[in-house]
């Protein structure tokens, strides 16, 4: 199968499409055919060589996608093959196919294109981990987020705001700062002009 890796690190002339073996799933896994995957901050330093990716995940980028799950692995439940998916991926997201768990796949809400899809988990997940696992938000609270004009942060405004909370932003420009208002912060501080 085809698959976007990055033999030597480097920008983005060191991307080479190349074939690699067709992942197969194991237990508690699934196969998506990919339609469509994101490319974040992380994917560029994975390709630049600043961020490897963990033991034992695939060598080919890509840190999310969406598509089709075609095969479903021993002992997965509410999975099947056919579902159109979204998926946060350890890596393997730039490539015909992807391997991956199935606890880091959900459905793609119909409302949602699959372009869309491909581009959601990375940020979503990271913001709602931060605002809700870790920062413990709740309804009423404001929450302070710096670098809102980025992908967490945009993702962070609408999270917190769909759970009632006031949203305080920082970024660096009024372009990013009328941006975050328009997602849902009620307030903006341009760091660069203010205090």
Do not use: W
């Amino acid at each position: 199968m085809r698959a976007v890796m990055a033999p030597e690190p480097g920008g983005p002339d060191a991307l080479k499409l190349v074939e690699v073996p067709t992942p197969e799933p194991a237990s508690g896994e699934v196969l998506v055919r990919v339609e469509a995957a994101g490319v974040n901050r992380a994917d560029l330093l994975q390709r630049q060589g600043f961020y490897p990716p963990p033991p034992g995940a695939s060598d080919v980028l890509g840190l999310e996608a969406s598509g089709e799950v075609v095969e479903v692995g021993a002992g997965v439940t509410g999975l099947s093959a056919g579902d159109t998916v979204m998926a946060l991926l350890e890596g393997g997201g730039y490539a015909e196919l992807a391997a991956v768990r199935a606890t880091q796949v959900v459905h793609v809400p119909a409302n949602v294109d699959m372009i869309h899809a491909g581009g959601i988990p990375e940020v979503f997940i990271t913001a709602h981990d931060a605002l809700f696992t870790r920062g413990r938000l709740t309804h009423g609270e404001t929450v302070l987020i710096h670098g809102g004009g980025g992908g967490v942060g945009t993702a962070a405004i609408q999270l917190a705001r769909l759970h009632g909370c006031r949203v305080v932003v920082t970024a660096g420009s009024a372009e990013k700062l009328a941006r975050c208002i328009e997602l849902g912060a009620e307030v903006g501080i341009n760091y660069n002009t203010e205090d």
